[in-house]
């Protein structure tokens, strides 16, 4: 695909609103030429040293002063977006930086669209997809273990990752279509039982990048937590706890009215959404159906389910309706982690206490009231995101939806080449597939792309980036 504009962008940078310093970005074929017309008579970018800053006066077209700036200028192509490219930083507020990108319009740039400078770097083979991508994550980043995450994409972890992956693919591709070629030979170049250990190994790669989408969904917008009991164990009070703050009213009237409630914190360099399911207050009859119908919503959406029982009462069938609830959430498949929580453990303990009938990732006794066991939650929290506690900064994780997208088609086309194998069909089948897979692959990694699947992903971005 050919890059379809050479002509030379500005926009501002930086978010608007007062501020001391923005930037504003030109880059394009005549990006210096531009810049020239904007400075004070005899002075030429072209003359200024590459990736220094230079303090300069810019005027209009009248040599009214615009502002006293510093701008720095990257010759292609080093430069972020592989153009010439100047950086300009001017003084922030209101005027400033529009009047200079309104004055750059007028010597001869367009305002650039949205991602316009990163969709450049990209047609420019600066970064590939998932880096442009990883751009946009880093600037959305919730907190810091998603940012760190998103760095490690701009850096290119989980694209040579790719590469490697599609490298295999094309050399077993190559073999298998090299086999074809000789058919009439009856020679094979790729031995089948080789070439299926090959594609076992291809499809347990996948399928592990697959299944840390949820810990990088996650990691991205933060984990969800819903907080599940029947009214009046100390649900909000636990939530107020977790926030420090007292956000969610809390009464002693099982079923107070409000809606679900969230809110986060952070714990640990990682965000968590808490979702209190919260009391409702409806016609008697109702309250018991409405509040298993909310929790089961929550905890559908949830990561985390902490399960709420008040260790001070017996259970009751409503107790024992929310935990039936709940037992439909706990499988491998769903991936969700539930913390069991013994709460107003300052109270006498009542005999025969809410069970749960499965296995929980933590167990505790907390107190809302005075506090008692909330360092202990929050440690839970955090083991349960960390697995086993183990260092896993370096580990590679699926983040966005696009890229589950493609691999999840790459793991069908690779299943349908495996079964090809197992049926004994010609190479011709089986290399068909693994061609497919190489597409999604490439589709991922942006060696092949379609206009569409490029104005999806940068119609996102700022104005600027
Ligand atoms: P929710 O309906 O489950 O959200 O429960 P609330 O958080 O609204 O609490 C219900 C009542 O129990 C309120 O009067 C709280 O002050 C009280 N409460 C909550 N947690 C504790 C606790 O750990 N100990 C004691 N003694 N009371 C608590």
């Known amino acids: ?27 394009g074929k005549s990006a210096f030429a531009v810049v020239t017309r904007l400075l004070e008579k005899d002075k030429r970018v072209e003359s200024f040293a590459p990736r220094t800053l230079h303090l300069v006066w810019l005027v209009d077209s009248n040599g009214k002063r615009l502002d006293q700036v510093t701008l720095a200028r990257y010759v292609a192509p080093n430069s972020y977006t592989g153009e010439n490219l100047i950086e300009i930083f001017c003084h922030g507020g209101k005027w400033v930086p529009a009047l200079i990108v309104e004055n750059l319009c007028h010597v001869g740039c367009r305002l650039a669209e949205p991602g316009e400078f990163t969709r450049r770097a990209f047609f420019n083979n600066k970064l590939d997809l998932i880096q442009a991508e990883a751009v946009e994550d880093i600037i959305a980043a919730e907190s810091p273990a998603g940012l760190q995450n998103a760095l490690q994409h701009l850096e290119g972890r989980f694209s040579e990752r790719m590469q490697q992956l599609r490298e ?10 090299l086999g074809l070629d000789f058919s009439e030979e009856d020679v094979e170049f790729a031995d089948r039982a080789q070439l299926r250990a090959e594609l076992e190994g291809l499809e347990k790669e996948i399928t592990f990048l697959l299944a840390s989408f949820q810990r990088g969904q996650a990691l991205k917008e933060g984990w969800r937590v819903a907080i599940i009991g029947k009214p009046n164990v100390g649900k909000s009070s636990l939530m107020n706890m977790l926030l420090r703050q007292d956000r969610v009213i809390v009464s002693s009237i099982p079923g107070t009215t409000r809606d679900t409630v969230e809110d986060s914190f952070m714990l640990d360099g ?23 119908a909310r929790s089961r919503r929550a905890a559908e959406e949830a990561h985390i389910i902490l399960f709420v029982g008040d260790q001070s009462q017996p259970v009751d069938h409503f107790d024992e309706a929310i935990v039936a609830e709940c037992s439909r959430f706990v499988s491998d498949a769903t991936g969700k982690k539930i913390i069991f ?14 069970r749960l009938p499965f296995s929980v990732e933590a167990e505790l006794e907390t107190s809302a009231q005075t506090g008692a066991g909330i360092a202990e939650l929050e440690k839970a929290l955090c083991a349960v995101t960390n697995a086993n506690g183990s260092d896993r900064s370096g580990e590679v994780v699926l983040t966005n939806l696009r890229h589950k997208q493609c691999l999840e088609k790459a793991l069908a086309a690779l299943l349908c080449a495996k079964k090809s194998l197992d ?32 104005g999806e992903i940068f119609s996102h971005f700022c104005i600027g980036k």
Request: charged letters at 25%.
């Open 1 to 27: 695909m050919q890059f379809p504009e050479d002509d030379t962008i500005a926009a501002i940078s930086s978010p608007p609103g007062r501020g001391a310093i923005v930037c504003v970005r030109v880059s």
């Open 168 to 177: 295999r693919l094309l050399h077993t591709c190559a073999l298998l279509e």
């Open 270 to 292: 990682q965000r968590f959404r808490l979702i209190d399911t919260a009391g409702i207050r409806t016609s008697h009859d109702e309250i018991e159906s409405q509040g298993i």
């Open 341 to 354: 929580v013994r709460n107003k453990s300052d109270l006498l303990k009542a005999s025969n206490t809410v």
């Open 423 to 454: 049926e004994n069909l010609s190479a011709e089948f089986v290399a068909a597939d693994l061609r497919e897979v190489i597409h999604q692959i490439g589709v991922l990694v942006g060696e092949v792309t379609t206009e569409d699947i490029l």
